[in-house]
């Protein structure tokens, strides 16, 4: 039997919601937002995803991480597309944790609303076009 060593006890997704990761200001693709407003921030947060046994990222625009999401957060939590780390689990019948992933998956992509379609965070035009083209948010 061979060990995979790992830099945690447990799998690294269990400690996912303990670390913060977000574009820094410095980066060429950042831009300044009005923060006071009610249009959703640019998605400037990287966050890990796990539905079922399937593993990936997404960035957001608030801290999205479901042990703390609710209800309430829902107007300020806004993702990319995921950008997924393994294959979808099979649909077969032996494969119970299918049903699992689909559960979990339908949580994480209800936040795919304002910036579906992306996988990364859009550009400062690609920002003020959606802001322009979303009327239920007030500018």
């Known amino acids: ?17 303990a670390f913060h990761w977000r574009l820094s200001e410095d980066s060429p693709d950042w831009y300044a937002y009005d923060d006071g407003s009610e249009v959703p921030k640019p998605p400037f947060h990287l966050q890990l995803v796990q539905a079922g046994s399937r593993l990936g990222w997404v960035w957001c625009s608030y801290g999205c991480n479901d042990e703390e999401y609710d209800d309430e957060d829902e107007d300020k939590c806004h993702s990319c597309e995921i950008n997924w780390l393994d294959p979808e689990p099979s649909r077969s019948s032996e494969s119970s944790g299918y049903e699992t992933y689909i559960e979990a998956l339908q949580r994480i992509e209800r936040r795919i609303d304002f910036y579906k379609g992306y996988h990364q965070p859009p550009t400062l035009a690609e920002y003020n076009r959606l802001c322009e083209e979303n009327p239920w948010y007030s500018v």
């Open 1 to 17: 039997m061979q060990r995979t060593p790992t830099l945690f006890k447990e799998d690294l997704f269990s400690y996912s919601y």
